[in-house]
């Protein structure tokens, strides 16, 4: 009785949506809609586009310093897109970076202990906000967006307060000079010298963590519930995806991101100014939407940000070095940035059509 | 659902034991260098303080959160406060209109004094005005040089952006900077803005403009970097802050070129900065006298009917410059941060 | 009625389910066998919705009680009724539109391979089991890569049912499964449904269509504020009377009748 079963696929659209079905799509024009292929292009137009108008960015070192702002960029607006693929946002990211610098530098500096105890301590604390936002998040069932625009607030204020309290000014002190300082300087704010260029180390975490991410994005049970969770939270817990654990790690894994990108900034400027880091989580967002991340949630890649980030980077770093007006730095982002949500748009729209 | 968290904490509490006694193992070891024990100085001697009557003033500015520059002008403020027995109520908000309410509601208050920062004098304008109806004396400290009289402001300490950035452009002259680049950490801040615009005014060589997102300090350290190496002929970078002239050290030390480093304002380590020589001068306004004057300016007019500068001129509190030649002594107050 | 002597996969006795003061459902008795369709039919607010929260894990019945196998149970997840072999599938959760159909079908049941840090899908396993059990269901599709979104709501339904059958449902819930489709969508999958059921699988449909119910069920019962107005056995009732008790029997009587003084209004065409 199978046999009499198969489906027609003639029963279902017109045939002028041909074109947009999965089976009679040319592969270029499949290639195209997937959104990572789209930044991609845009970010090599970019670059070409900057190398043509500034010579100076054609040496190596000026591309290891344009690398450079976009790792510490795109460290960040890994696991702020693995979460927006997840369903979710989180609006303290930004400042949850010098939350674990400041918690880092003053507990080292305030016991006088070995520097690894204050970056031990801070992933905790670190590790514990992102859980906070995540188990109030699906606890409650509010929107990511309010939950974390609270605690953005907090951690704003708990930054300058205690920063405040303890040292008695809005910095922290200079712990370059404390035990561990240079192992930790090593591990997270050195430069690695590839044929003459010092390249930052940010740079290869960067690339690595991206390599990692998409791994456990495509190939794991844990990237498959990802999507699920971000698709559709009921779906996905009708199945039998455990969606608590998964929104919550994926909170928890920005806060790894935070404490990361916070090290590095501890250990590469010594100091941590507390007012730092507001406005930053934009920016992450931002890296991640123009990767092809939909802000709805359950379509992205991890691979996507990373040329988001780059793009990011590449302008801004390819309009100083073209020596243009920098005024309109701002102007040029916004273009890119509606472009690349136009273009998710577009993609969503093909993927759902019949 | 529960049983899988139990299933789950119980995964996890192996992890955590492991990363507490990790965390407990390093705690033991403490660092034998650096660190709050061997910072640990004399405190700053407070002074005597004053039998008047308790009076309360306001002191409302247009700081941004977590500048260290306005935690300065507080510090003076307070040490003012403490010494003529004033209840300080400070209050600051970049925005003009936020800042306006906040002197609003400090003359509903009713309080015997208001010091106030005149970033936006239009914005002022009217509060300025409600206040003398009031009957509350108004001074103005750091910004708005050219207006507090006209607004009626009884006295004035500070300095204007543009005179320090005309002054700064001076000392390039006299240093003999040809071309320089001006690092402006928030695009779209007046003070910045007429520090570079003062700068440019006066020095005689070619001054370029360059924006950097101040709240990301990667970005800080690359944007200057590219830009040394785009422009390989600047020789100075000029800072509007403290902070952002140890990041433009390392931006040069990256570019491998040969430019130096100038600033607007100080902290602990940029004076370190100036004693090893990787920054060349800071120029100062002395936030800490700002503050301090201003709050002891009204506690002079309420109890001794003073005028500083006459009333007529304001009380000019820099430029101050701080070099290789006096480093040694402006360090030691910078270090508490008062300076 | 057509009873088998094998014990029912589910069974419900006097079930019934309050939250807080409002009593949504109250002595329901429900048996369901292998083999055999359920129709459970209902207008909105008849409480379907509450009965297959019980039966699938989503709630906790209040009164009454829930067999399985014979046994009493307790649900406390989808996750433990799903152990049980009793899946749900729902009109409009059914599936994550914008995954490939092979990641929809082995959602929250993922195979991997490898050891730990390095374990990963085996995708080309859950692709060729994913299709092979799709073909016995007699779905076939050029790419197993495309959206799930993509497919025709009817196929998605089709999926969705084949993933159940494939993990080891034995009892299949279908909430509605046709009320979005057109015609067509809905013959597809009425097909399913007894394709479901020749492979031995008790099937719980859910609808507010006693036409869709007629060509497939065997057993029938109506639900009507809550409660069981009427449960019967395929050869004891006819399509006109499921039709009546379904549409409120007695109130639609009286309804005919009011339309009946309104001219113009041919009250011998009503069913």
Same mark, same amino acid.
């Given at each position: ?19 947009? /079905? ?7 024009? /499949? ?26 960015? /054609?040496?190596? &070192? ?111 002190? &200079?712990?370059? &000079? ?177 | ?339 | ?271």
């Amino acid at each position: 009785m199978s046999t009499a079963q198969r489906t027609e696929p003639a029963s279902g659209p017109p045939p002028v949506s041909g074109p947009v /079905r999965g089976a009679g799509r040319p592969l270029a024009l /499949r290639l195209v809609a997937r959104p990572e292929v789209g930044v991609f292009l845009g970010a090599l137009a970019v670059m070409v586009f900057f190398l043509v108008a500034a010579p100076t960015l /054609r040496q190596g &070192d000026s591309m290891a310093t344009v690398l450079y702002q976009c790792s510490t960029i795109g460290l960040m607006a890994l696991p702020v897109a693995l979460l927006m693929i997840g369903g979710e946002f989180d609006l303290s990211s930004g400042v949850a970076v010098i939350t674990s610098a400041l918690t880092a530098s003053m507990l080292s500096y305030q016991l006088t202990v070995n520097v690894w105890t204050g970056v031990l301590v801070s992933l905790v604390l670190s590790l514990a906000i992102g859980a906070f936002n995540g188990w109030m998040v699906v606890r409650t069932g509010l929107p990511s967006f309010l939950v974390t625009l609270g605690t953005f607030l907090i951690l704003q204020g708990v930054n300058l307060a205690v920063t405040k309290l303890v040292t008695g000014n809005v910095a922290t002190d &200079d712990i370059s &000079d404390m035990d561990g300082f240079g192992q930790a300087k090593a591990v997270f704010a050195s430069s690695v010298d590839i044929g003459g260029v010092q390249v930052k180390i940010t740079v290869f975490y960067w690339l690595a963590f991206a390599a990692l991410a998409t791994w456990v994005l495509l190939r794991t049970k844990y990237g498959n519930w990802i999507f699920a969770v971000g698709g559709s939270k009921e779906s996905a817990r009708a199945v039998g995806v455990r969606v608590d654990f998964t929104k919550i790690t994926l909170f928890m894994l920005v806060s790894f991101g935070a404490w990361f990108v916070g090290m590095h900034n501890l250990f590469a400027f010594n100091t941590v100014q507390s007012g730092e880091g507001v406005g930053q989580e934009l920016i992450y967002i931002a890296a991640a939407v123009i990767g092809g991340c939909l802000l709805t949630g359950g379509s992205g890649s991890a691979i996507g940000p990373v040329f988001g980030a780059f793009m990011f980077g590449m302008v801004n770093q390819g309009i100083v070095f073209a020596g243009w007006n920098p005024d309109w730095f701002k102007a040029f982002l916004g273009v890119m940035l509606l472009g690349a949500v136009l273009i998710n748009l577009w993609v969503q729209r093909t993927a759902t059509r019949r | 659902m529960d049983r899988s968290s139990r299933s789950r904490s119980r995964r996890l509490a192996p992890v955590v034991a492991v990363a507490a006694a990790a965390a407990l193992t390093l705690a033991g070891c403490s660092s034998d260098s650096g660190g709050k024990k061997a910072a640990e100085g004399g405190s700053g001697a407070p002074a005597g303080k004053a039998g008047t009557p308790r009076m309360t003033v306001a002191l409302v500015t247009h700081q941004a959160p977590g500048d260290t520059f306005w935690d300065i002008v507080r510090k003076g403020a307070e040490a003012a406060a403490a010494k003529d027995n004033i209840k300080l109520v400070y209050s600051a908000d970049p925005s003009a209109g936020t800042q306006a309410n906040l002197v609003q509601n400090a003359v509903d208050q009713k309080v015997d004094g208001i010091a106030l920062t005149l970033a936006k004098p239009g914005a002022m304008k009217d509060v300025v005005a409600r206040a003398n109806l009031a009957k509350i004396p108004v001074v103005g400290l750091n910004s708005g040089l050219s207006d507090w009289k006209k607004l009626g402001l009884l006295q004035f300490f500070g300095q204007d952006e543009s005179v320090a950035g005309e002054a700064l452009g001076k000392k390039l002259n006299e240093v003999g900077a040809k071309r320089i680049v001006c690092v402006i950490h928030e695009q779209g801040n007046v003070g910045l803005t007429q520090r570079c615009d003062g700068v440019r005014k006066t020095f005689s060589g070619k001054t370029e403009t360059l924006y950097v997102n101040g709240t990301d300090r990667p970005s800080v350290q690359s944007t200057i970097t590219a830009k040394l190496k785009q422009d390989s002929s600047l020789d100075h970078v000029v800072t509007l802050g403290a902070p952002f002239a140890l990041t433009a050290v390392q931006s040069v030390a990256d570019a491998g070129g040969k430019a130096k480093v100038a600033t607007f304002d100080l902290n602990k380590d940029l004076t370190g900065a100036v004693k090893k020589g990787t920054i060349e001068f800071a120029v100062d306004q002395q936030p800490y006298l700002q503050g301090y004057l201003a709050v002891d300016s009204l506690w002079l007019y309420k109890n001794n009917g003073n005028y500083s500068g006459g009333g007529e001129q304001p009380v000019l509190t820099g430029p101050a410059f701080v070099d290789k030649s006096n480093v040694d002594r402006v360090a030691e107050f910078a270090a508490k941060g008062t300076r | 009625m057509t009873d088998q002597s094998t014990a029912p996969l589910v069974e419900l006795r006097d079930a019934g389910k309050s939250y807080g003061n409002v009593r949504a459902l109250h002595g329901v008795d429900l048996t369901v066998h292998a083999g055999r369709v359920t129709c459970v039919l209902g207008d909105n607010g008849a409480g379907k919705s509450t009965l297959i929260k019980i039966i699938s894990g989503l709630h906790r019945h209040t009164e009454g009680e829930f067999l399985v196998d014979g046994e009493p149970v307790r649900f406390d997840s989808p996750r433990d009724a799903l152990a049980k072999g009793i899946a749900a599938v729902y009109q409009d959760l059914a599936t994550i539109p914008l995954m490939p159909v092979w990641r929809n079908f082995f959602l929250g049941s993922e195979l991997t391979k490898g050891p730990w840090p390095l374990r990963r899908l085996d995708i080309a396993r859950m692709k060729e089991t994913a299709d092979r059990e799709l073909r016995e269901m007699g779905i076939a599709l050029d790419d197993l890569e495309q959206p799930i979104g993509t497919l025709s709501g009817g196929q998605r339904q089709c999926v969705a049912i084949a993933r159940a059958v494939h993990f080891g449902a034995r009892v299949l819930i279908l909430d509605e499964p046709t009320a979005a489709l057109g015609v067509k969508q809905s013959g597809v999958v009425l097909k399913y449904i007894a394709a479901a059921r020749d492979r031995g699988l008790g099937v719980i449909f859910i609808t507010h269509n006693p036409h869709h119910a007629y060509m497939v069920g065997d057993h029938f019962s109506v639900l009507r504020l809550g409660t069981l107005e009427l449960s019967a056995a395929r050869g004891d009732i006819t399509l006109e009377d499921l039709t009546n008790h379904m549409a409120g029997g007695a109130e639609l009587a009286a309804l005919k009748h009011e339309l009946a003084q309104v001219r113009g209004v041919d009250v011998a065409e009503l069913p």
